[in-house]
């Protein structure tokens, strides 16, 4: 991710948003795409070690 630091809150409830695992998938080939990164890692290296595990609990989990 670039920029000034990643707005956690902003990103969880983006996440939450996507209403299922394909749509999801869709937008992290969609990201991976347009940025030759993975959307996942970039996500992982942004985030401090408790709000990674909030990341992967809502990406991991039928939350949506």
């Known amino acids: 991710l670039f920029g000034w630091g990643t707005d956690e809150n ?3 409830s983006a996440l ?3 209403p ?3 749509c999801l998938a869709a ?9 030759d990164r993975n959307m996942d890692a970039d996500i992982k290296n942004d985030l401090g ?3 990674e595990a909030e990341y992967t609990k809502i990406v991991t989990q ?3």
């Open 27 to 35: 937008v992290s080939q969609r990201y991976d795409s347009l940025y």
């Open 49 to 51: 070690e408790t709000m």
């Open 10 to 12: 902003e990103l969880f």
């Open 62 to 64: 039928e939350i949506f």
């Open 16 to 18: 939450r948003s996507i």
């Open 20 to 22: 299922s695992q394909e």
